[in-house]
Every structure is written in C-alpha cells, then in structure tokens.
C-alpha cells in the first residue's frame, strides 16, 4: 500500500509541474535616445543644423562634435560650437553650447549673445 501511496503522490507532483505555468522573468532591454544641434536655421531655401551630433544609437554610447566658427551668409554667426549626446545606465543626457551667437535680421543688426548653453537629461528608475 506504501507503493501505491507513494506512486499517486509522484504523479500528483509530476501533473504538478506539467501543468502549471512556468514563470519566466525577461530582462527588459534599454534602449536610449538622444540629439544634440547646437544651431538650426531654417529660411527659405535654406536649412542647416550646424555641431548636430545626429541620433543616439538605441544601444547607447557618446557622440560629439564641434564647429570653431561659423557665419551664414550673415544672417547669423557664431562661434565655438559644441554638441554631446550619451547613453549609458538609466539616463540619456545631451548638451549644446554656442558663443558670440549673433543674428540679424534682412540686414538689421540683431542681439548679439555671449553664450547660450542648452542641457537636457532622461532616466528611469526602477526598483
């Protein structure tokens, strides 16, 4: 009797672990983005992004770029052109930077501005 005792308690642990469901925990992957421009212009017939470090991979990583000086056919000028986009843990952060970023108008002497630096960072958290 201890057989047959045993017997239905292996098969009831056996359709057990058949039947039930089978907890799987997927790591979930991060994926980044993130551009940087450090000037864009648009008028008509002209387009440009000038220091744009172009997308983030959705893997992560560092991307960098920079323009010593630039003047576009004096509309505007600007010099020290910088851009960064990164990737890494939880976050994404990208920043640009200009100087001496001048700009006129048809002609008419604009503002003239000694720096203007742009910052912007994204993140999770999980707990």
Same mark, same amino acid.
């Given at each position: 009797m201890n057989t +047959? +005792?045993?017997s239905a308690i292996a098969i009831c642990l056996m /359709?057990? #672990?058949v039947f039930s469901p089978v907890a799987t925990f997927a790591q979930a992957t991060t994926t980044f983005? @993130?551009?940087a421009v450090a #000037?864009? /212009?648009n008028a008509p017939g002209i387009s440009? /992004? #000038?220091s744009d470090t172009g997308a983030l991979p959705s893997s992560g990583g560092n991307l960098s770029t920079s323009v010593a000086s630039v003047n576009v056919l004096g509309l505007a000028s600007a010099d020290a052109l910088k851009s960064? *986009?990164?990737g *890494? @843990?939880?976050s994404s952060q990208s920043q640009s930077s200009v100087a001496n970023l001048t700009v006129n108008a048809l002609h008419v002497k604009g503002p *003239?501005?000694?720096i203007v630096v742009a910052s912007a960072q994204s993140g999770i958290t999980c707990s």
């Open positions: +047959k +005792k045993n /359709a057990i #672990l983005s @993130g551009e #000037l864009r /212009a440009l /992004a #000038l960064t *986009s990164s *890494s @843990g939880t *003239s501005i000694d």
